[in-house]
Structure formats: structure tokens, C-alpha cells
Nanobody, 116 residues
Framework: QVQLVESGGGLVQAGGSLRLSCVAS????????MGWFRQAPGKQRDFVAH???????NYADSVQGRFAISRDNAKNTVYLQMNSLKPEDTAVYYC??????????WGQGTQVTVSS
């Protein structure tokens, strides 16, 4: 498994932006797929975005066009740039990793709160 540490969450007004970061341990970062998920209070954890080894990306419909995922293999880091934030984006955001198949490494989460 990979150790993951997220940062960058916080409180922002609707329409604002935040950038989340996730640092992965070890030298295997360039061989894994990275994803972001989120969980709002009382709701299940939902997929937000992922980026493959080769840089291909995929997004949930709810964030398409507003969020952008990227990775810097040299820094073992994946980012989630979140623009035009809405109150419904409020959640704990989790970074996750997989070599393929189910995600098996998770970070501790970072809180994002969007005020109206």
C-alpha cells in the first residue's frame, strides 16, 4: 500500500477556489492511478476524479468543467484544483491510490466547506 497525506482544505465562499494536494510515499507513484473522492455528512463516499499513469483524467458529472486533477510524478503529488465552488461541494475530500482495480490506499481526508 501507499501512504497518502492530503492538505489544502478549508472554508471558502461560494464561487471561490481551493487546491487540494495529496503526497504519496515511496518511489512507486508513477505506477499507480490516483483518485479523489468526497463524503458529505450522512452520505456515501462519492467519486470525484481520477488520473491515470499516463495522465488521462475522468470526472464526476457534478464537477466536470469546474475541477481539474493533475499529478507531478517528480514530487509524488496529485492535485485537485476546485473552481466555482458551490455549497453542495462541502465534504471531506479523500485521496486514494490503486495499481488497477479497487482503490486500496486512502488518505485521512481534508475538510472542504463552501459557504453560501
Amino acid at each position: 500500500q501507499v501512504q497518502l497525506v492530503e492538505s489544502g482544505g478549508g472554508l471558502v465562499q461560494a464561487g471561490g477556489s481551493l487546491r487540494l494536494s495529496c503526497v504519496a510515499s515511496g518511489r512507486i507513484f508513477d505506477s499507480i492511478i490516483m483518485g479523489w473522492f468526497r463524503q458529505a455528512p450522512g452520505k456515501q463516499r462519492d467519486f470525484v476524479a481520477h488520473i491515470t499513469r499516463g495522465g488521462r483524467t475522468n470526472y464526476a458529472d457534478s464537477v466536470q468543467g469546474r475541477f481539474a486533477i493533475s499529478r507531478d510524478n517528480a514530487k509524488n503529488t496529485v492535485y485537485l484544483q476546485m473552481n466555482s465552488l458551490k455549497p453542495e461541494d462541502t465534504a471531506v475530500y479523500y485521496c486514494a491510490a490503486t495499481r488497477g482495480g479497487a482503490y486500496d490506499s486512502w488518505g485521512q481526508g481534508t475538510q472542504v466547506t463552501v459557504s453560501s
